[in-house]
């Protein structure tokens, strides 16, 4: 089995967003910052990113993989860069200013603009977001598992 996820790269949504088949892990997946495991070595990698802000220089490759498995959705990324900046410690605070890796997880395709969005800066920040018409509340929030 193995999940479709689109991929919303830009903050416009394009004629067709590029998609990513993300599959089941086969062995567990180690939370450690390394991307040593067995399970990684098999996730495909994706790193066809497009920036709408982009007009010149120097692209520095970012690879993701992602797995998932009956719990947990896993998302790994391999940035280079050769002039990493960081200042933003709020929590929620504005981290894409930052030198950052953001997912924009949009459950249902048919309603692509409703999405819960993951930030994190290169010095650890996160930023949590929902938008969809469903939600009341704040546009932060703390989702369960996520620190």
Same mark, same amino acid.
């Given at each position: 089995?193995?999940?479709? $996820?689109?991929?919303?790269?830009?903050?416009?949504?394009?004629?067709?967003? !590029?998609?990513?088949?993300?599959?089941?892990?086969?062995? %567990?997946?180690? $939370?450690?910052?390394?991307?040593?495991?067995? &399970?990684?070595?098999?996730?495909?990698?994706?790193?066809?990113? +497009?920036?709408?802000? /982009?007009? #010149?220089? #120097?692209?520095?490759?970012?690879?993701?993989?992602?797995? /998932?498995?009956?719990?947990?959705?896993?998302?790994?990324?391999? *940035?280079?860069?050769? +002039?990493?900046?960081?200042?933003?410690? #709020? %929590?929620?605070?504005?981290?894409?200013?930052?030198?950052?890796? #953001?997912?924009?997880?949009?459950?249902?395709?048919?309603? &692509?603009?409703?999405?819960?969005?993951?930030? $994190?800066? &290169? $010095?650890?920040?996160?930023?949590?977001? *929902? %938008?969809?018409? /469903?939600?009341?509340? !704040? &546009?932060? /929030?703390?989702?369960?598992?996520?620190?």
């Amino acid at each position: 089995m193995r999940i479709h $996820i689109l991929l919303l790269i830009a903050t416009r949504l394009m004629a067709q967003p !590029p998609a990513q088949d993300v599959y089941r892990t086969p062995s %567990r997946v180690v $939370i450690d910052g390394k991307l040593d495991d067995l &399970a990684w070595h098999q996730a495909p990698v994706f790193s066809d990113f +497009h920036f709408n802000d /982009w007009k #010149e220089g #120097e692209k520095e490759k970012t690879d993701a993989r992602m797995l /998932w498995d009956d719990k947990n959705l896993y998302v790994a990324y391999y *940035c280079r860069d050769k +002039h990493i900046s960081a200042y933003v410690t #709020e %929590r929620h605070g504005p981290v894409s200013k930052d030198d950052c890796v #953001e997912i924009f997880l949009s459950p249902n395709p048919q309603k &692509a603009r409703n999405y819960y969005t993951f930030e $994190i800066n &290169a $010095i650890g920040t996160m930023l949590n977001r *929902c %938008r969809t018409d /469903w939600w009341r509340g !704040p &546009a932060t /929030w703390e989702p369960e598992g996520v620190t």
